[in-house]
């Protein structure tokens, strides 16, 4: 299982997925089937991690239309529309809807997928994000290891 974290530490509410990720590695770091993976600002590279995951859970920034640091969890079907329907709302040179297509090309996108996708408030120089977008960590991390549990189960 592959926890993707995206984005730039350097913009504030961009890097919320990075920040996730430092928040969830104590809390995973026993679990030896799950694999945290920093994607910066995306690149091809991460096609292959992508491809080779039995499971994919990513965490971004995301334009979802609320109120800062509110969150959602998209899964499967629901992540794939969301990403084809913002194809423009990343400010990453690659987009998330880039490397789902390549994975497809491949011949494999995982089955189990979902987005956890973070409302930002600012995106601006800073190295920390907002307080409301910092006070989305906790329940994001719970969130994830929420779906990680689950898929645990189904396996």
Known sequence: MLVLGIGNTLLTDEGIGIHVLQALAPELANWTDVTLLDGGTLSFTLAGP????????????????????????????????FLMSN?????????????????????????KRAMLAIQPDVIDWGELPTPAVAAAIPPACAAIIEQLQEWQHVA
Not at 87 to 92: D, E, G, I, Q, S
């Open 87 to 111: 194809r423009k709302a990343t400010v990453h040179e690659v987009g998330l809807t880039d490397l789902r297509a390549i994975a497809l090309l491949a011949g494999h996108w995982p089955d």
């Open 50 to 81: 992508i491809e080779d995951a039995d499971a994919l859970i990513v965490v971004d920034a995301a334009n979802i239309k609320k109120q800062p640091g509110e969150w959602v969890l998209l899964k499967g079907e629901e992540m794939d529309a």
